[in-house]
């Protein structure tokens, strides 16, 4: 995972994957036969699975058309020890299903049924997406780019059990999010986007999208382990690997894997050896499933964020590997990650699975794909030339968009910012590493990251993005968004408690002697419920915290017992802290202690309603914590 983002806010919803600088060429490098690829994957991979982070793993490595490669390691089972077998061990993929999805609707622009650039309302026919933007409408192509502009859309879209999943229609429709961004501006990692994409196929040929990907895709590739259906067939599911997550040093299985989004990847499941097919159609000008331009036309580059950093082509990703132009994707849910790459000018592709989530300090995708890509296909490095740059206006926490404005999930942002200071040498210092200009509001970091930026009409940057995050973008914050303001917030609260405490222990001492009119002794019951209703939302925040991939996996289902407490405990606190401002006028009115006391009390009452509003930025009061069905 990409080291700006932490494993929380990204395992469940998209890869993050290295760009490389490769070493300087020193021989020629190895031909890319079954043997050596073999020998490649046989020394790297074994090391990482017995008595590892993950439990098993399935490589398909394809080229000139023909498979060149598959392999499977560790086991699929670890209660049984069953092998990985990389013809007939089912994976989830999760979001590389995409490519399907954008394969699925380039078939049906072939036919003349559908547009990229046509209003998607003109396909709809049982709902309409709402005219937030007036002339702007979205398509096809901005819904294939992550660029239609929704909302995140996280919060009840998985599911356990695939008998529980919705029919496509009813999700796109009760769960359409509203439109935060005009289409086309910015590229923001959108699941829902590709979903009502695979949702406007099967409205224009009438056929659940599951069936027409299968008739349409699989059985012309022969990719028969292939399936979107959930439940898929027994014959396919009798060959499923368990997704384990790490849990006190042993793997634990985990569940979460279907969901509601089929077309952006829950409940899909695939073999590596059906992804060589799939790979070898791509590259092969569409292996009958696509015209050669229609195919090549999906791996061109359709959007970028910038223009000297990779960009996004019809739901492939382009990315620079050593060098080497690549358009790939990668997909993650509870227990699985995948990872597939095109090396279309070298006739290559390389897929990669695995049924683990490892201990959070591995990218296995992302170092296997550069290895592999330093052994076969060296390129030698270029040194930036240097740039004088110009850092005035860049500085600033920037945090990114892809999350939710409109529910719980938006308290994700917190580990998703990113802080940007200026160095007096004109470097930046980016979330703890420096940055060198190599651009007009280009930087380059050592490991030969860029950083970009795009400013606003007054000259201040707007956006920051990054050239290994192709659809992420992170957005400038303003003063009263800013995490760290909300820490301050925090302290004040907790500075606040301790106070708190101590007057309510003195007034416990000093009520032996003189009882204190009712009023001010509810008051000081207000701010006490106030305090433990707050501390009972921190202490279940924690133990959430505390289990990692049960927390994901809950936040996908749509909130559990656990994580209602947060928002109804935050809910309580609110109804007190409303109480206490009225009893703050009231002590001042009717005397009630002295005036230090007074103070005191309306000091801790702001620092309450500060709290609550910072809870209320996060959409964390309210209860419970549900999606919209």
């Known amino acids: 995972m990409s080291k700006r983002i932490p494993a929380l806010a990204l395992a469940a919803l998209s890869a993050a994957l290295v760009v490389a600088v490769p070493a300087p060429v020193s021989a020629a490098p190895p031909e890319l036969t079954a043997a050596n690829v073999a020998a490649f994957f046989d020394e790297r991979l074994p090391p990482l699975l017995d008595g590892g982070p993950m439990p098993g793993a399935a490589v398909s490595v394809v080229s000139g058309g023909e498979q060149v490669f598959t392999g499977g390691y560790g086991v699929a089972d670890v209660g049984t020890g069953e092998p990985v077998d990389p013809e007939r061990t089912a994976f989830f993929i999760a979001s590389v299903t995409k490519l399907f999805t954008g ?70 429709e009760k769960f359409l999010p509203d439109r935060v961004r005009p289409p086309g501006e910015v590229s923001s990692y959108d699941n829902f986007a590709v979903s009502l994409a695979g949702y406007v196929v099967e409205a224009v040929t009438g056929t659940p999208f599951a069936d027409q990907v299968r008739d349409h895709l699989f059985t012309p590739l022969g990719m028969t382990a292939t399936s979107l259906a959930q439940p898929a ?58 015209a050669p331009a229609t195919a090549a036309m999906m791996h061109q580059r359709q959007f970028g964020n910038h223009p000297a950093m990779p960009g996004l082509g019809l739901n492939f990703m382009e990315q620079n590997l050593g060098g080497n132009r ?153 003063w009263y968004a800013d995490p760290g303001l909300h820490l301050v917030v925090l302290a004040a609260l907790a500075l606040a408690l301790l106070s708190t405490v101590w007057w309510l222990f003195s007034a416990l001492r000093r009520r032996r002697e003189a009882p204190a009119p009712l009023g001010a002794r509810l008051a000081r019951i207000t701010v006490a419920v106030f305090f433990a209703a707050v501390l009972g939302a921190v202490v279940t925040a924690i133990q959430a915290a505390g289990d990692e991939a049960a927390t994901i996996v809950a936040v996908l289902e749509g909130g559990s017992a656990l994580l209602n407490r947060i928002p109804a405990l935050l809910t309580a606190a609110a109804l007190a802290g409303a109480a206490a401002v009225v009893f703050a006028v009231l002590a001042w009115r009717r005397g009630w202690w002295t005036r230090p006391l007074r103070v005191h009390y309306g000091l801790v009452v702001l620092c309450a309603l500060a709290f609550l509003a910072v809870a209320g930025y996060y959409q964390l009061l309210g209860w419970p914590v549900t999606a919209r069905l």
Do not use: C
């Open 103 to 172: 394969t699925a609707v380039m078939q049906q622009v072939e036919r003349g049924v559908l547009d990229l650039d046509t209003d998607v309302n003109d396909y709809l026919t049982t709902f309409q997406i709402p005219d937030t933007y007036p002339g702007e409408p979205i398509t096809l192509r901005h819904l294939l780019t992550h660029t239609a502009g929704f909302d995140g859309l996280v919060l009840g879209i998985g599911a356990s059990d695939p008998a529980d999943v919705i029919p496509l229609g009813e999700y796109v």
């Open 233 to 290: 067939p027994a014959e396919i599911t009798d060959a499923l690997a368990r997704g384990y997550t790490p849990v006190d040093g042993k793997q634990a299985e985990i569940g979460g894997q279907y969901g509601f989004d089929a077309p952006a990847g829950a409940g899909t499941i695939s073999t590596a050896a059906d992804m060589g097919r799939f790979m070898i159609a791509h590259l092969d000008g569409g292996g009958g499933v696509l």
């Open 326 to 478: 690549v358009v790939e994707h990668g997909g993650d849910s509870p227990g699985f990650h995948s990872g597939l790459w095109l090396f279309p000018e070298r006739d290559t592709g390389v897929f990669v699975t695995y049924n683990g989530d490892g201990d959070g300090t591995t990218d296995l995708r992302g170092e296997l794909i550069t290895a592999f890509t330093e052994h076969f296909f060296p390129t030698p490095a270029e040194a930036p030339a240097p740039f004088p740059g110009d850092s005035e206006g860049l500085a600033g926490t920037y945090q990114i968009a892809r999350m939710s404005r409109t529910d719980a999930t938006r308290v994700l942002t917190v580990i998703t910012t990113v802080t940007v200071a200026t160095k007096d040498d004109g470097t930046l210092d980016i979330a703890g590493e420096t940055y060198s200009p190599v651009g007009e509001d280009l930087y380059r970091a050592a490991d030969g990251v860029l950083a970009g930026f795009r400013r606003d009409a007054e000259g201040q940057a707007a956006y920051l993005f990054f050239s290994d995050q192709q659809a992420e973008t992170y957005e400038r914050l303003a």
